[in-house]
């Protein structure tokens, strides 16, 4: 009899282990959710929906139901096509954005006529700017944001301090414990190491120093929201807030991008209140700043070996040196007598 309660205790502890990483999951991913009618605005049922990955070129494909509502979910943050398709109406397409912890809702008003037949949407898919499921209050960046927000160091959890309620400690831990350079910033008053973080659903957070583990490169996320009040009960770990952040997934095609941010005196305005006139020492009003940052990131197909890729760069560069070889010929037309 003991030995049976040993195994219904184990039991119960992998269900709710696997319940709780999947209630987890759910913060990575994105839905689509929409309705498919007719011209009158009667429901299709029995339509087709297609929704494919436009940079991984994956597919998934659902029906809608009796109401013609249909859903998506599980969608890794991207763009995505939309293809709607009923017998005796013509096929319907559009692009959606789709976001990490978000449901967009796409609907469809299908015209008669035949499947081959296409008509592309251009509006842009709504977001539900009233979440039925969840209070939470969150602070949400999208990769635009992420890359071109002025950030001095390019540190990303200085973006914390973007958000209403927080604070940057005076302290901050030594090299040798955070060489990640990871900030102590308190969020509504909590003790810095009450905020959570979590990358790509798995945790972040450092159990012992309260900070980030792994502090992602700008270039490599693709977007990052910051909870502070009314988190789900399937974010553990954390009493002050939550910070998520999504990673690029890869795409089948060779890509990077270079920056570079630089930062001098010579740029610089002077502080009218301290610094009014120059400094007997120096002579300057400002004193010597020079902060020069470069890098650059590359990205492709991992199935790719590196003697492909080299081939392709190989290729590219000779391209760019036949086209810059050409001579530049001025031509010259007589005037019209």
């Known amino acids: 009899m003991q030995g049976k309660r040993v195994l219904f205790a184990v039991a119960v502890l992998l269900v709710a282990t696997v319940l709780s990483m999947s209630a987890r999951a759910q913060a990575v991913y994105g839905s689509i959710i929409g309705t498919v009618s007719d011209p009158k605005g009667a429901a299709i049922g029995g339509a087709t929906v297609t929704v494919t990955d436009l940079t991984k070129n994956q597919t998934t494909t659902v029906q809608t139901n009796d109401e013609g509502n249909y ?14 398709e009923a017998q005796g109406y013509k096929t319907s397409t559009q692009e959606v954005d789709v ?17 081959s ?31 071109e927000l002025p950030i001095l160091d390019r540190n990303f959890t200085k973006f914390l301090l973007l958000t209403p309620g927080t604070q940057q400690l005076g302290w901050q831990h030594a090299s040798s414990e955070n060489p990640q350079g990871s900030v102590q910033i308190m969020v509504n008053g909590q003790h810095f190491s009450g905020t959570s973080f979590q990358l790509d659903g798995t945790d972040n957070q450092d159990p012992i ?23 789900d009960a399937e974010f553990g770990l954390a009493i002050a807030g939550i910070v998520t952040a999504q990673t690029k997934s890869g795409s089948n095609d060779l890509h990077g991008s270079l920056f570079e941010f630089r930062r001098n005196d010579v740029t610089s305005a002077r502080n009218p209140f301290s610094q009014s006139s120059n400094n007997a020492l ?26 492909s890729y080299s081939a392709i760069i190989r290729e590219r560069v ?5 086209r810059f070889s050409q001579p530049f010929r001025l031509r010259s037309r007589a005037p019209a007598i």
């Not at 943050?77 to 293809?83: E, F, I, L, N, S």
């Not at 296409?118 to 960046?141: I, N």
């Open 71 to 84: 859903t998506v979910t599980h969608l890794i943050p991207g763009r995505y096509v939309v293809k709607i």
């Open 99 to 115: 976001r990490a912890d978000i449901t967009a809702r796409t609907d469809y008003s299908l015209q008669v006529g035949a499947v």
């Open 117 to 147: 037949e296409h008509v592309t949407v251009t509006a842009e898919a709504q977001q539900l700017s009233l979440k039925t499921d969840r209070a939470d209050v969150a602070t949400e960046f999208n990769q635009r944001q992420l890359t």
């Open 209 to 231: 120093l309260g900070i980030i583990v792994i502090n992602p490169t700008l270039e490599s996320a693709v977007e990052s929201k910051i909870t502070t009040q009314n988190y």
């Open 282 to 307: 120096t002579g300057k009003a400002i004193p010597d700043t020079l902060w020069n940052q470069f890098g650059g990131s590359p990205g492709g197909d991992s199935r790719r070996t590196r003697t």
């Open 318 to 322: 000779a391209r760019m040196e036949v």
